[in-house]
């Protein structure tokens, strides 16, 4: 079936704004992440659900970040009063099954949101 | 938190020519996931090694995982323009997989 989808593909926006990335995950995924790719760096993790529930957002940088996955299956990524240091690559990523101790499913990333605040 | 270190951070090498790059933690893993990142493109899962010792091989990619499984390599023989990208290894945190910052390849044919 179809992979990981994001929307935009790309965002500009103004300092102050807020935006709402979105993220389809693969049909029947039970973890959804969220990750973050400056350049020339690996992705950084942000935060993760398990089905609709939040179980990790040690990784959102401050208040300003949020995220939801109301009925488990699409989640939106919410930056609100953006900054410029918020420019990034942001990528969403699901795996069939939770992190378990020593096996874990691959991660299935998606084509990511470039956003650049101005 | 679990950091994985990755190097070299640039490898540049004529086709043909043999590729390795090595990934370090300063604890133990339980499992480590190696993933390939084209440019312009988004990591894409390679493989997962479990157990101590382990390797692994995917056509012209050896993997391996260290006895003391705080370690790990990927090793290209004879690379081909199609295996440019970036390699990243990534190793389990408390809820999340971290990700190393990658060692990027560029292949002169």
């Known amino acids: 079936g179809a992979g990981v989808s994001q929307s935009p593909r790309y965002k500009v926006t103004k300092r102050g704004q807020d935006v709402a990335l979105r993220c389809d995950p693969i049909?029947?995924?039970?973890?959804l992440y969220w990750y973050r790719q400056a350049l020339g760096q690996g992705p950084e993790f942000l935060t993760y659900?398990?089905?609709?529930?939040?179980?990790?957002k040690s990784g959102l940088p401050n208040d300003r970040f949020s995220a939801e996955r109301p009925e488990g299956s699409i989640s939106t990524l919410t930056i609100q009063r953006t900054e410029q240091r918020d420019s990034a690559m942001y990528r969403c990523a699901s795996s069939l099954t939770p992190r378990g101790l020593s096996n874990n499913s691959p991660l299935h990333f998606g084509n990511g949101t470039r956003l650049t605040v101005t | 938190g679990q950091q994985v270190m990755q190097i070299p951070q640039y490898q540049h090498v004529q086709e043909g020519e043999d590729f390795t790059t090595y990934c370090n933690s300063s604890?133990?893993?339980?499992?480590i996931q190696w993933y390939k990142q084209r440019p312009g493109g988004h990591p894409v899962f390679l493989i997962q090694l479990v157990k101590s010792g382990e390797v692994k091989k995917q056509k012209r990619l050896t993997f391996q995982f260290g006895e003391a499984k705080k370690n790990s390599s990927l090793h290209i023989t004879a690379t081909q323009t199609t295996d440019v990208g970036t390699y990243f290894c990534?190793?389990?945190?408390?809820?999340?997989?971290?990700f190393g910052a990658g060692t990027r390849l560029t292949v002169k044919p």
């Open positions: 659900f398990n089905y609709e529930a939040q179980q990790d």
């Open positions: 604890t133990t893993l339980s499992n």
């Open positions: 990534a190793g389990p945190g408390v809820n999340d997989m971290r």
């Open positions: 049909s029947g995924h039970v973890s």
